[in-house]
């Protein structure tokens, strides 16, 4: 006798950024943070347009998943049925076509969800399996675990299957010690296996990632927007380009957090105009996480705005107009907080600059400078003096200062690193209260380059070459101090760059690419973790793909890390997660209806479980996300606490 059920529409999950090097602000304005290569794929599962919800089987949080788990069964475990799941659309008995056993397990088919040997959060996401399954052949999944009672037995002919929310709503809290040993077997062809238990602990906050559309690289606001009554672009341009998404962990959709239509502060375009804020790129949020900070399409000015169900698009009430002027200024990197420094008289974000001064004449051109400095801002400091009547600046005179050194913004001292600093990254604890940044002599408008200009070079480019490293200097109430290299992660073999420090400042995980190498958009980029004392890096076995793909890294792009904000404990060691964005999707390009018509590749997010123990560092395969949307370019994820709208 067997159960049959309607499968999951389960969707994969697309994660990308499309930067160009173009004054044109679609997709192709550079964001400047973190470039994505693209990566050949083939067909993926299900999706969803622009803007809608991510897929998954319900769309809302299963009963119990983020709530305590339930007890542990005394004696085998029954959560795997005892009869078959039988897929719709199979008709008869479908067991006797797997008589006997199955072959011996290989790479037809290739199982890339879920990882081999990958550690689950138990208030995670639904397991979900996902093979190659060429002409949807009847296929078979077996999962088998020493502590159940009956093996689970899945007939399907897709390539897809999600278990079912009953059955991980128990499971989860019983396999943290056995694993659940799947073996997939096609009729009349070959099988392979995989496995995957649950962690003791689940993983908290909520995650918020940059989705745009990739039909939208390359576009020209002059040319292929509408314009309103004062001649600037119409939102709604802006609004299909790009937006912010998010989720809690357990949900299984996504949803819009932010459009650019909904964004209140105005920014600055490449002239100096008064303009509507054109991008959502690099953001980071509030250590309330009541706001995000990103920065705008060239050239890189500073946005806040709120991401609550109360508060979306407003500025914040603390965003003075002298903290406005901060954040107008051009040539501006990411931007970072720290809850040790966010309080109603302490409202401080760090930055990197590119301009040598506030006061330099041409600031409004962003000037490409190797070597930015790390600036302070005072977000609720108080404006600039007037002056006839321009308070942020007069291009003709560039004596009259903006914002003012030491009233609205500083320069934090990196005694010792001849260096600039950019991608800066503050502590978590009052007891660091440091900054880890990259410092390199090869920064590109507050951005990483190294890399010659382009041969030919039509737009007359400039790029630097040189190194990059991590370093850590105190942050000493604004005035910096004897900045020092974060040994193990300031290497002469490696390019280390896009630091951030784990919520117990207990460890920095980085991006590194090979000495001399692009950071810009590398696909030899992988992700490594160290101790934030320094030692030896411990690349993430979450960088590399199933090897049944074909796919190998060094060369999918891992990169932009972000940890979860809790760490927990448990009977193996302290349980961290980290979400990344990698390029190893077998998702098709989208082909832009802009510009040159690009090909854009799309890239996904995932997870790298990680559990530090007595002998170290033991990571594990990544958790592909299959709640997000497919048809967009997803990346820069935030993990924090934010306070989303809920799922519908």
């Known amino acids: ?165 009953e059955i991980w709503g128990n499971l989860r809290s019983h396999q943290t010690t056995d694993e659940v040993q799947i073996t997939v077997w096609l009729q009349g062809g070959g099988a392979a296996a995989s496995s995957f238990r649950t962690a003791p602990v689940g993983a908290g906050g909520s995650l918020v990632f940059w ?165 302070w801002f005072d977000l609720a400091s108080a404006p600039v003096p007037l002056v006839n009547g321009n308070f942020n600046g007069n291009m003709a005179n560039p004596s009259q200062i903006f914002p003012v050194i030491g009233t609205n913004m500083g320069f934090i001292a990196r005694t010792g690193d001849p260096r600039g600093g950019t991608t800066p990254n503050w502590s978590n604890t009052a007891a660091m209260d440091v900054i880890v940044y990259t410092s390199t002599d090869a920064a590109l408008d507050g951005r990483l380059d190294n890399q010659p200009a382009p041969n030919p070079n039509p737009n007359n480019e400039t790029h630097n070459m040189g190194h990059a490293d991590l370093w850590m200097v105190p942050y000493n109430n604004k005035a910096g101090g004897a900045a020092t290299p974060l040994k193990g992660a300031d290497t002469t073999d490696y390019e280390e760059y896009f630091p951030t420090f784990s919520p117990d400042d207990r460890f920095v995980a980085f991006n590194r690419v090979p000495a001399s190498q692009p950071m810009y958009a590398n696909p030899s980029s992988e992700i490594a973790v160290i101790s934030s004392t320094g030692g030896t890096a411990t690349v993430l076995r979450a960088n590399k793909p199933p090897a049944c793909t074909g796919k190998t890294s060094p060369g999918v792009n891992n990169h932009w890390a972000k940890w979860s904000p809790d760490v927990k404990g448990g009977p193996d060691g302290t349980y961290y997660w980290l979400v990344f964005s990698s390029n190893r999707a077998d998702i098709p390009p989208v082909t832009s209806k802009y510009g040159s018509k690009r090909s854009i590749n799309i890239s996904q997010l995932y997870v790298a479980p990680i559990v530090v123990g007595e002998l170290g560092i033991t990571s594990y395969p990544a958790i592909y996300l299959w709640n997000q949307p497919n048809t967009t370019v997803n990346t820069t994820p935030a993990w924090q606490s934010f306070q989303l709208p809920p799922v519908q």
Not at 124 to 146: D, E
């Open 1 to 165: 006798m067997s159960t049959r059920i309607t499968p999951g529409n389960s969707l994969t999950m697309a994660a990308a950024v499309l930067l160009g090097a173009s004054v044109a602000t679609g997709l192709g304005a550079d964001l400047g943070c973190a470039k994505v290569q693209t990566s050949d794929g083939t067909t993926g599962t299900g999706g969803t347009g622009f803007g809608s919800g991510g897929g998954g089987t319900g769309g809302k949080l299963i009963s119990g998943i983020g709530s305590t788990p339930v007890s542990l069964c005394s004696g085998p475990c029954t959560d795997f049925p005892a009869t078959p799941i039988v897929d719709m659309g199979i008709s008869g008995d479908p067991s006797g076509s797997f008589s006997g056993s199955p072959p011996a397990p290989g790479n037809d088919p290739c199982i890339t969800e879920p990882e081999l040997g990958t550690l689950f959060p138990n208030n995670w996401l639904r397991p979900r399996v996902k093979f190659t399954n060429s002409g949807n052949k009847l296929a078979q999944i077996r999962m088998h675990a020493a502590n159940q009672a009956s093996d689970l037995v899945v007939y399907t002919k897709s390539d897809t299957w999600v278990m079912p929310p």
């Open 211 to 375: 989705a745009a559309n990739p039909m939208a690289a390359d576009k020209n606001l002059d040319s292929d927007c509408q314009k309103d009554a004062t001649g600037q672009p119409m939102q709604s341009c802006y609004d299909m380009d790009s937006q912010l998404r998010g989720f809690k962990v357990g949900d299984e959709t996504t949803i819009p957090v932010l459009t650019i239509g909904q964004i209140a502060q105005t920014s600055k375009d490449n002239n100096n105009n008064t303009s509507h804020v054109r991008c959502i790129g690099c953001h980071v949020g509030t250590p309330d996480g009541d706001f995000v900070a990103f920065n705008d399409a060239w050239p890189w000015r500073g946005v806040m705005a709120g991401v609550t169900p109360t508060n979306v698009g407003t500025s914040p009430a603390y965003l003075s107009q002298g903290g406005l002027e901060d954040l107008w200024q051009p040539a501006l990197g990411v931007i970072t907080f720290t809850k040790n420094h966010w309080s109603d008289t302490d409202r401080v974000a760090i930055t990197s600059y590119s301009l040598s001064s506030p006061n330099q004449g041409d600031w409004y051109n962003a000037p490409k400078s190797p070597r930015p400095n790390l600036a």
